[in-house]
C-alpha cells in the first residue's frame, strides 16, 4: 500500500495570519440566507424553546448524506409528530408507534426513531427539558474530568437499557473515536447566537464547542495546513479546535461556517493559502 504524504501544518504565527481570511469566509457564509438551504431550517420553523430543541436532536441525527435527501427525510418525520415534536413525545404511548410505519433514512429504521422518542419522553420527565438533561451531563462530566459527549451517550443509552444494538450507531461515542460531528453541529445551532444559529441553550458557552468535523470540512482543514491526521476522528477534532480556539477562544466552531464555505463557493478560496493538495 502506498504512504500517504504527510501533511503540512501552518505554525502559530501562520495560523494568526490566516485569521482575517477566515473571519471573512465567516462573514460571507453566514447569514440569514443560508438557512433556507440547510437543515437549520427545522429549528427556525418554532418558537416553542422546547419544540426547537428537540426537533433540532432530531435534525441532528439525521444530518447524514446530501442535504436535499436530509431536509426532505427530516420534514417527513416531523410531519408525521404533526410538527409539534415537544407535545407528541410529551404525550406518547405505543398506541402512536404507527406514525413511524414505513419511515427510513439511511440506515434510520422506525425501530430507531421508537427508541429515540422513547428516550427523549424519559429525559423530559426526568430533566424537565433537553437542556436540562445536557446540562446533567456537562456537571458530571466536569466532576469526572470526562468528554461531555462521552457522558451524553452513557446517559442517553441508560434510560432503556433494552435498545437494541443497532440504534447506538446513531449517537457517535468520543470514547470508541467517534467525531460526534452531529451532535456538535446540534450544539452549534442550540449554544451560538448569530444570524443563523439560535441560541435557545446557555448550560455551556460558546468557547467551550467544537468543530462539526464532517469529510467536507476536514478535507478544507488539512488544504489550509490546519489538520495533520487523515482520519475524522475524535483525535482529529481536538486538533483542528486546538487551531482554531488560536483564532477565536471565545468562538472557534464558528470557523465551521469558513470551512465549509471552501468547499462550496469556489469564488472564495485564495490558493495562495492552500498548502496542501487535496486528500
Known sequence: MKKRKKLKLLSRKKILELKPYLDHLVEEMETPEYIDSDPIQFLHAFQDKDDIEI?????????????????????????RLNYRPAEFIGNFTESDTSVLDGFKHRTFKPIDHYWFIKTMQSILLEHGSFEGFWAHCQKQARVEDRELMSVFNEKFFSFHPEIPQRSYKHISNPDKGGSCKRLY????????????????????????LKIPLDVHVARQARKIGLLSRYQNDWKSVLELNEKLTLLDPEDPAKYDYALFGLGVKPELVDESYLINPAP
Open 55 to 79: 426537533a433540532g436532536f432530531f435534525t441532528a441525527i439525521m444530518a447524514w448524506g446530501r442535504r436535499e435527501i436530509v431536509i426532505a427525510k427530516v420534514d417527513d418525520f416531523l410531519k
Open 185 to 208: 453541529m446540534y450544539l452549534r445551532w442550540t449554544v451560538r447566537k448569530s444570524s443563523v444559529d439560535l441560541g435557545v441553550m446557555n448550560f455551556i458557552s460558546p468557547a467551550e
